[in-house]
T-cell receptor, first 110, second 114 residues
Framework: GDSVTQMEGPVTLSEEAFLTINCTYT??????LFWYVQYPGEGLQLLLK?????DKGSNKGFEATYRKETTSFHLEKGSVQVSDSAVYFC?????????FGKGTRLSVIA | DTGVSQDPRHKITKRGQNVTFRCDPI?????LYWYRQTLGQGPEFLTY????????KSRLLSDRFSAERPKGSFSTLEIQRTEQGDSAMYLC????????????FGPGTRLTVL
């Protein structure tokens, strides 16, 4: 079945550091790919998405490119802030239920 | 657009008791999903509705779990004879019909079974 693998955390960075969280997937067909973020005590929020190969999703300085050849959707941000501290989930949707990775906890220190 | 809401936000119960959670989706979203999230894991799909029809159930949804969406608007998830292993965050999401495939999540109901 479909699956998502993302790098294990926690990831601790200093403010203004570069962020990469790796995500790879296994799916039949051509799924849509998502990054969701979960701030402490809150529900999941959509951060960005891409629906076909070579699409780049971006939002709030975060970017991820749908790479069909490497089955990857890595999340990047050039300069993280303390307010980016959260848990990040990579997910795919082939059929409509989402399949999530286990999440990567990011802590950004001032 | 008030977003997806869930009630209650927290529920503490004793093993063996029944609990019921409610989800109100975004108005006019015809698809509604339930997920379960345990500590340190990503959400796992439980079941989904299109309007009032329950179209898919995960094997995670044991016989003690039942979900309804009687009028195609809000949904309830009931767990009978709760067990300590049911302790988790229960998330609801809704999705508009048509070409969009973005699910919007509620804040979740955190269940603790003592």
């Amino acid at each position: 079945g479909d699956s998502v693998t993302q790098m294990e955390g926690p990831v601790t960075l200093s403010e203004e550091a570069f962020l990469t969280i790796n995500c790879t997937y296994t799916a039949t067909g051509y799924p849509s790919l998502f990054w969701y973020v979960q701030y402490p005590g809150e529900g999941l929020q959509l951060l960005l998405k891409a629906t076909k190969a070579d699409d780049k999703g971006s939002n709030k300085g975060f970017e991820a490119t749908y790479r069909k050849e490497t089955t990857s959707f890595h999340l990047e941000k050039g300069s993280v802030q303390v307010s980016d501290s959260a848990v990040y989930f990579c997910a795919l949707s082939g059929n409509t239920p989402l399949v999530f990775g286990k999440g990567t906890r990011l802590s950004v220190i001032a | 657009d008030t977003g997806v809401s869930q009630d209650p936000r927290h529920k503490i119960t004793k093993r063996g008791q029944n609990v019921t959670f409610r989800c109100d989706p975004i108005s006019e979203h015809n698809r509604l999903y339930w997920y379960r999230q345990t500590l340190g894991q990503g959400p796992e799909f439980l079941t989904y509705f299109q309007n009032e029809a329950q179209l898919e159930k995960s094997r995670l949804l044991s016989d003690r779990f039942s979900a309804e969406r009687p009028k195609g608007s809000f949904s309830t998830l009931e767990i009978q004879r709760t067990e300590q292993g049911d302790s988790a965050m229960y998330l609801c999401a809704s999705l508009a019909g048509g070409s969009t495939d973005t699910q919007y999540f509620g804040p979740g109901t955190r269940l603790t079974v003592l």
